[in-house]
C-alpha cells in the first residue's frame, strides 16, 4: 500500500519505536488531546503520567 509523506512517517514512527517511546509521546502531547463520549469531555488528568496497564497504556482523565 502506498501512502501519502506525511503519512508514511506516522507509520515509520509507529512501526519503528518502543511501546516505552509510544508512552512518552502520549505524555509529551497529553495537554492537546481531549476525549468525548457523547455529552461530556475529558481532558487528561495532569497528576498521572500515561503508564502501561498491562499492554496497554493507560491514560487517566478527569471531567472538564
Known amino acids: 500500500m502506498e501512502y501519502t509523506k506525511d ?3 506516522v507509520m ?3 512501526r519503528d519505536t518502543t511501546p516505552k517511546q509510544k508512552q512518552m509521546f502520549l505524555n ?3 495537554n492537546e488531546l ?8 475529558y481532558n487528561i488528568d495532569n497528576e498521572f503520567f500515561t503508564n502501561f ?8 482523565i478527569v471531567k472538564e
Open 53 to 60: 496497564n498491562g499492554t496497554y497504556h493507560q491514560i487517566n
Open 12 to 14: 515509520d514512527f509507529y
Open 34 to 41: 481531549m476525549f468525548f463520549d457523547g455529552e461530556n469531555s
Open 7 to 9: 503519512f508514511q512517517q
Open 28 to 30: 509529551l502531547i497529553s
